[in-house]
């Protein structure tokens, strides 16, 4: 049995030696390298560029201005609004604004110091709030009113009612801080026109597929002509799932010098690339009846999305639409705006669109919970929805072993006998969380698969699948090793997998929305089988000679495919496709935190995270993703936030003032795999990337809560802000005394 | 005094003549010189360690200390022996830790761990058998994004003999009973 | 990558050699494990174009020795690392081990000196940045703008001394010695830092610092340090104190304490004379956190709130005393 099996990464040797090969380990003769010149202004027109002086200078070959790729790119095709480099207006600190293509870096960047841009400064919005208040303030012409990317406003069953009638309510209002994904990888692409008029570009991405889309439009390159290859990628997060100018700045130099070019981003670069975490402020009531049944959810937000839509459409459906599960509501409401400010722009972070409200949700519901005296487990247990049921918002949830999930993190963290009753300065937190496993809908709507792979056999018995399918760390690869196993017995160390090259590899819409593991995993399965029931017709003592006689009885080579067919789901009702996904994963969490209530400084002792994935393929790789997740959150929790000046300039683009938890600063983790065995999973899987991190965050605010009676509402938990809210604690105490 | 020039590099026990500039980091010599890519650049300034070589002084034995090397430059390097990812494994296969960090899951994208990996060799050589406080105080220079660092203790305890792979088998979820429906009956859609 | 701008590089083989070399190429700066120069370097913080790399000089200044009259004599290029991990230093100097433990990560401690420590440069949020960074802020006091962005109006540079090995040195009363063309001297470091960020220390251009003398009978003195941090590793201070204190029975005798990464230059806390002779306890501790408390002031430079970073100084103050009393 393969499957199940904790078998070692199909790549790991190759990252263990040295010897993988990323992007910047690209070197093509005559290669030239490129820089970008970035806006020092949040908001302003650009009025004239002049590049001469550059061009003349020594050693640059090539230089690009905005005007040379006029097309607008994005990611979703209904919201394209960007340039690769400013044609009319730079609209964040770090915009890109012109290239250089020089011998090497130095003399790329001195050159840019050459470039002439005449500005003319625009005032800025740098909030949301500021950007409802002064429509008149454009930062994207885009936006049909105002600086609005999307407004959504979706009602389900009378929440006023419910509200009305309920035992006890909690309402408050949650701020979560904008965070950024931070992959150790910098940015990297390569470029190189062949003289035939082939377009190549290597590029540290996790969506080829729509990269080879945009390259080929903004380009004029026909997209047969374009070519994406994505090299071993250095961590992605949802970091890497946009074009970025970098791609088609390197396609372009290379289209103008005849020669590979290479961008590889600093680490300052990659902080304006951003697409990290929106910020949001979300006004939130949860009302339960008298039983501790959730009888409604009402949720205002307002969302922070930066200069450029990205994924912001979905940002805004995502903000409610994923919130409808582990727990039934009763109706359901919610109202969003994401909005256009003069920062790098927001887009996909882990988790996507839900990890805010997922907070704001679940410590509502200990809130709520609380007037009613009601355990924060027992409240989670008694609102579960249930398997095979439909949420309030038309969601089809199949497979559901949340219950099993919180059971776990209650009996490992010793809940029943430690809740409440650790003492002062220590206390446990549990919440709960429920993710997609990818999305119904292909981002660009049509009716071919969102997956596809093709796998080969070769008389040898070498397997070669062939996959488009973006292994950004996660393992793909490996599971698609493993699923050939499964199918036809080879051995998974004899199968190779040909990835994410468009040339070479059949479609697959990219490593977003935790759908690679479904859909991959089940284009796959459908392959391998096609050729499992040759090999076995055909027989054989070894597996190589079973292909031998498979081949000389098909009297051609040996090959098969697979796909995953887009399903119908949602509700019938506008947007309600959005967030529909053929299964659902849950989690649970319970964290442990200890307080310094003399300085607010605390810390996150330990994370029991129970998560369902229908299936672990590889425990090894699913434990990897669980644990990859949970610290991920209590990151942010702790210390990760976005943090710009008045000028709209972003404090500290490092590593090292932009703090990510070093070994020492990171909880013991304990994970816990739940199989719930999905039925429409492959072999009952489902995903387990993104959704595992959602309940740390409200889990450790829960903790604090349980360990000295505050309740923080706003990411990060900094320790002056713990300290405050002790403050106001024995003030309150105090008063009581008093009076 | 030795003027700038040609320099000399040892690296991995061979030794490498040079002519880069003096402004050329460590870094960029291994990477973009020697093609030994397996050192990688984060941060470019010493925030990360993902560009963790070891080095110890010339003459001296053994594989030496972590240090980093985009912030070193590569002429001031000429009296250091350096160990990259490259030097750990050889004909015989991968080094323990190299082994170990691939069957534990330790490697998810790859990147900051060869950094991690000389971090670790580097403790181990020094204190064969540390204790889990140890062996994080050791890698607190290596920024990790994808592991959690759990799988990551877990490998350095595997290659110093101290324990097996973890080995937790995933929990069955019982069928849940479908919970009444009455709720979901009836929507109502205000767009 | 970010790239360095041209470099040449000298390689002395001896403090001598140094000494002439910096003499012989005015501006130029001396690179010992480069953990802070090579960084501001790529961010374009310094005009230098000429490096004095001290690696050479290790069999000269690498040494922690006592001389015959006790006094404990540390040569400026023993790395940060050795000493946090060096026996002597743990028993006679805890308060410098437990510094040294706590500076920056593992391989930074490797690399980084102590004279490196002692002459890390002063930072601020406002500073440590691409050129690119601070031309888009409009630049500030230290380097090629005129404007100060924590203190409004400010016309003097307020980046924060940085140095955790800096506090505790100066409430031991350490002496470093300097050498220059003009021959060597000595002073108290307690003189050796000026509240000005742009240069915070009395070296000249072409002086470098050679060993660091703690008296033998400072190394009888009850101490400990303390950081705060936002992590646990990597982190330079966002505020860090050192302690010393001599006692006489239970009797205060005397007591050193200094508070830093506030300002330029680390603050001694002043007028605690009046304490001598009071018992050693929590209520001496607490009073020492309250004169600390009303002598210092953090400011913006560092990223951490510091009204907050005061707030908790007199309850970091009270149990560092309390541990250095044990």
């Known amino acids: 049995m393969s499957i199940g099996a904790r078998f070692p990464k199909s790549d790991g040797a190759a990252k263990a030696d040295g010897s993988g090969v990323y992007a910047d380990d690209i070197a093509l003769p005559r290669m030239l390298h490129a820089k970008i010149l970035r806006s020092p202004h949040a908001h302003a027109r650009v009025r004239a560029i002049d590049v001469s002086a550059a061009e003349a200078f020594p050693g640059v070959v090539a230089t690009l201005v905005g005007a040379e790729l006029p097309a607008k790119y994005g990611v979703i095709p209904w919201t394209q609004d960007e340039n690769a480099l400013a044609v009319e207006k730079v609209r964040h600190v770090g915009d890109a604004v012109a290239c250089v293509a020089a011998l090497d870096e130095r003399t790329a960047e001195d050159a840019l110091r050459l470039i002439r841009v005449d500005y003319e400064v625009l005032p800025a919005v740098l909030t949301p709030e500021d950007a409802l208040e002064h429509p008149e303030i454009k930062v994207n012409e885009k936006a049909k009113v105002g600086n609005i990317t999307k407004h959504v406003n979706l009602q389900f069953g009378d929440v006023d009612a419910a509200v009305a009638e309920a035992a006890a309510v909690a309402h408050e209002t949650y701020r979560y801080a904008g965070s950024t994904h931070v992959p150790i990888e910098p940015h990297c692409a390569v470029g190189r026109m062949d003289p035939d008029g082939n377009l190549t570009v290597w590029s540290s991405t996790q969506i080829p597929h729509y990269v080879q889309r945009e390259l080929s439009r903004v380009l004029g390159v026909p997209q047969s002509k374009v070519r994406v290859i994505q090299p071993l990628l250095g961590g992605a997060f949802g970091g890497k799932s946009d074009p970025f100018a970098l791609e088609f700045c390197v396609a372009k130099l290379s289209m103008k010098t005849g020669r590979p070019v290479k961008i590889l981003y600093t680490r300052e670069e990659v902080f304006y690339a951003h697409r990290g975490r929106h910020p949001m402020k979300m006004d939130v009531t949860v009302a339960l009846d008298g039983d501790g049944r959730i009888s409604a959810v009402d949720n205002k937000i307002l969302i922070d999305g930066g200069a450029y839509a990205s994924f912001g459409l979905v940002t805004a459906y995502y903000a409610g639409q994923l919130l409808t599960g582990p727990y039934r509501f009763g109706t359901y409401r919610f109202d969003s705006y994401r909005m256009y400010t003069n920062k790098p722009p927001c887009g996909p972070k882990r988790g996507h669109g839900s990890v805010q409200p997922r907070f704001a949700l679940e410590v509502a519901l200990d809130e709520a919970a609380g007037k009613l005296g009601i355990d924060p487990v027992e409240v989670r247990r008694r609102n579960f929805i249930g398997e095979f049921v439909e949420t309030v918002n038309g969601q089809k949830i199949t497979s559901n072993g949340f219950l099993k999930c919180l059971e776990l993190v209650e009996k490992a963290s010793g809940w029943k006998e430690r809740h409440g009753k650790l003492g002062r300065g220590r206390g446990l937190g549990v919440a709960g969380s429920m993710y997609i496993s990818g999305t119904a809908y292909p981002v660009y709507p049509n009716e071919m698969p969102q997956s596809g792979v093709l796998v080969k056999l070769d008389r040898s018995g070498r397997v070669v699948i062939y996959s488009g399918a973006s292994d950004i760390g996660q393992g793909v690869n490996t599971l698609l090793c493993q699923i050939a196993a499964e199918e036809m017995h080879c051995d998974p160390r004899e199968v190779t997998v040909v990835a994410a090259d468009t040339d070479l590899t059949p479609v697959d819409m990219g490593a977003y929305s935790s759908r690679v593991t479904f859909m991959v995993g089940l284009a796959a399965r459908e392959a391998c089988q096609k050729l499992s029931a040759k090999l076995r017709a055909a027989g054989g003592e070894t597996f190589a000679e079973a292909c031998q006689r498979a081949e000389a009885a098909e009297g051609a080579p040996l090959a098969a495919t697979g796909g995953y067919r887009t399903q119908k789901l949602g509700g019938d009702y506008r947007g309600g496709t959005i967030g529909a996904s053929p299964a659902y994963s849950f989690t649970a969490h319970v964290a442990e935190v200890s307080v310094d209530e003399e300085t607010g400084i605390w810390k996150v002792e330990r994370i029991w995270a129970a998560h369902d994935c229908g299936k672990a393929l590889n425990p090894t790789l699913v434990e990897g993703q669980i644990e990859g997740s949970v610290y991920m959150g209590a990151a942010e929790a702790q210390m990760e936030e976005m943090v710009y000046n008045e000028k709209g300039l972003l404090f500290g683009p490092s590593l090292l003032d932009y703090r990510i938890p070093t070994s020492l600063d990171t909880p013991d983790l304990d994970s816990y795999i739940v199989e719930s065995n999905d039925p429409g999973g492959p072999y009952g899987a489902k995903e387990a990337g993104e959704g595992p991190l959602h309940p740390a965050i409200p889990a450790i605010a829960n903790a604090l809560h349980d360990a000295c009676g505050i309740r923080i509402r706003e990411l990060p938990f900094y320790p002056q802000r713990i300290l405050k809210l002790l403050r106001e604690r024995d003030g309150r105490t105090e008063e009581r005394a008093a009076s | ?191 | 990558m970010m790239t360095l701008p041209d470099l040449s590089v000298l390689h002395p083989a001896s403090v001598a050699e140094a000494v002439e070399a910096l003499r012989a190429n005015p501006g130029a700066r001396l690179l010992a494990g480069g953990t802070d120069i090579v960084p501001n370097l790529k961010y374009g913080m310094y005009e230098t174009r000429q490096l004095v790399a001290l690696r050479g000089l290790s069999g000269e200044l690498r040494y922690l020795r006592e001389d015959a009259s006790g006094d404990l004599r540390l040569g400026a290029l023993c790395s940060i690392d050795e000493l946090a991990g060096s026996a002597v230093v743990q028993a006679r100097l805890p308060a410098l081990a437990e510094a040294c433990g706590q500076i920056a990560g593992p391989q930074l401690r490797r690399m980084g000196t102590l004279g490196g420590n002692l002459c890390l440069d002063t930072r601020c949020v406002y500073i440590n940045q691409s050129y690119f960074w601070r031309s888009a802020l409009g630049f500030c006091l230290k380097k090629d703008g005129t404007v100060c962005h924590v203190v409004a109006g400010g016309q003097r540079c307020v980046a924060a001394a940085s140095n955790d090995t800096a506090p505790v040195l100066l409430t031991l009363d350490a002496t470093v010695r300097t050498v220059s063309p003009r021959g060597e001297r000595w002073m108290p470091l307690r003189e050796f830092y000026v509240a000005d960020g742009i240069h915070n220390t009395v070296l000249e251009p072409d002086e470098l610092l050679t060993e660091v003398r703690i008296p033998a009978a400072a190394t009888r003195r009850k101490q400990a340090f303390a950081k705060l941090r936002t992590r646990a590793a990597i982190d330079f201070p966002a505020m860090n104190l050192a302690v010393a204190l001599e006692l006489d029975g239970n009797a205060l005798k005397s007591v050193s304490l200094a508070v830093s990464a506030l300002a330029a230059r680390p603050a001694l806390i002043k007028g605690l004379e009046d304490l001598h002779g009071r018992p050693a306890d929590t209520r001496l501790a607490e009073e020492l956190g309250r004169r600390a408390h009303k002598q210092c002031k953090p400011l913006t430079n560092i990223g951490v709130d510091p009204e907050w970073r005061r707030d908790i100084l007199p309850v970091l103050v009270r149990r560092t005393v309390l541990r250095a009393l044990g």
């Open chain 2, 1 to 191: 005094m030795r003027p700038s020039g040609l320099i000399h590099l040892f690296v991995n026990g061979e030794q490498h003549a040079l002519a880069v500039p003096a402004q050329r980091t460590l870094l960029e010599a291994l990477r973009y010189d020697l093609g030994l890519t397996g050192s990688k650049q984060g941060c470019d300034k010493g925030d990360c360690g993902a560009c963790t070589v070891l080095a110890r002084a010339r003459g001296t034995t053994g594989r030496g200390e972590a240090i980093l090397s985009c912030i070193t430059l590569a002429h001031d390097a000429q009296d250091l022996e350096i160990t990259t990812i490259e030097g750990l494994s050889g004909p015989e296969g991968l080094d323990p830790v190299q082994r170990a960090f691939a069957d534990c899951g330790a490697l998810q994208c790859g990147f900051c761990q060869p950094g991690m990996m000389l971090s670790a060799r580097a403790l181990l050589d020094k204190n064969p058998s540390p204790t889990l406080p140890q062996i994080q105080d050791a890698l607190s220079g290596n920024l990790c994004r994808c592991t959690g660092y759990t799988k990551i203790y877990e490998a350095v305890q595997v290659a110093a003999g101290l324990r097996a792979p973890a080995q937790r088998a995933p929990v069955q979820s019982e069928r849940a009973a479908a919970s009444d429906s009455k709720a979901q009956a009836v929507k109502e859609i205000v767009p």
